[in-house]
């Protein structure tokens, strides 16, 4: 069965460097998510992405995030300068239509540490 | 954005027994309801979802049921086995949106 594969599964990273998660969705999805989860905490929407560009963002999406498709098969979260309070797992999702009534494909997720 | 309340946040059930975990919703636009499982650091993983041109759907020992009047869904889970044990997430999304709001999560215990 196909999956949504993320990259890398733990970054540790200085407070105030960029960080760049790497995601490769599901090869016949139109649509693209990040989610974030703090530890023990429920997961929370960050963004979606369908024909190149952001459709939808949470308020915690703010400028210091990005994200890209550079390529026809992956899919990237950037931070620019990040915060502690960036430290969560970020999964990678991934949908044939939209969450209306389409299932969302999760990765494995990346563990994001920020010291 | 679509508010999703989910309860109870811990259940701790005898191995055999039946849990039952209920949502509720509060876009009555809403027409898609998944349910994912989460073991301890691992994704979410859909394991069943329901849409509202039905009331009840049903996968081995997992149902799902909606009523779209009260705006609430649950799941059931029956003749729990230890690996059921896990963090049991609900979710929705607000009518045509691109997101799924999640539920805050039900730590489901399956004790031996």
């Known amino acids: 069965e196909p999956e949504v594969t993320q990259t890398p599964s733990h970054q540790v990273t200085q407070m105030g460097q960029e960080v760049i998660l790497r995601c490769v969705p599901i090869?016949?999805?139109?649509?693209f998510y990040w989610y974030r989860q703090i530890l023990g905490q429920k997961v929370e929407f960050l963004v979606s992405?369908?024909?190149?560009?952001?459709?939808?963002k949470s308020e915690i999406f703010d400028d210091q995030f990005s994200v890209e498709r550079p390529d026809g098969s992956n899919f990237t979260l950037k931070i620019r300068s990040t915060k502690l309070e960036d430290s969560a797992m970020y999964f990678c999702?991934?949908?044939?239509?939209?969450?209306?009534?389409?299932?969302?494909?999760f990765g494995d997720g990346t563990r994001l540490s920020i010291l | 954005g679509e508010n999703v309340e989910q309860h109870p946040s811990t259940l701790s059930v005898q191995e055999g027994d039946s849990a039952v975990i209920k949502c509720t919703y509060s876009?009555?636009?809403?027409?898609?309801f998944p349910w994912y499982k989460q073991e301890l650091g691992k994704r979410p993983q859909l394991i069943i979802d329901i849409r509202s041109n039905v009331g009840e759907k049903k996968d081995q020992r997992i149902a799902v049921t909606l009523n779209k009047t009260a705006k609430h869904f649950s799941l059931h889970i029956t003749e729990t086995q230890p690996e059921d044990s896990a963090v049991y997430f609900c979710a929705a999304p607000k009518g045509d949106d691109y997101k799924l709001s999640f539920g805050a999560g039900t730590t489901v215990t399956v004790r031996a």
């Open positions: 876009d009555s636009a809403s027409n898609y």
């Open positions: 992405f369908y024909n190149n560009e952001i459709s939808e």
């Open positions: 090869s016949n999805h139109l649509y």
């Open positions: 999702a991934s949908s044939v239509g939209q969450a209306v009534s389409q299932p969302q494909h």
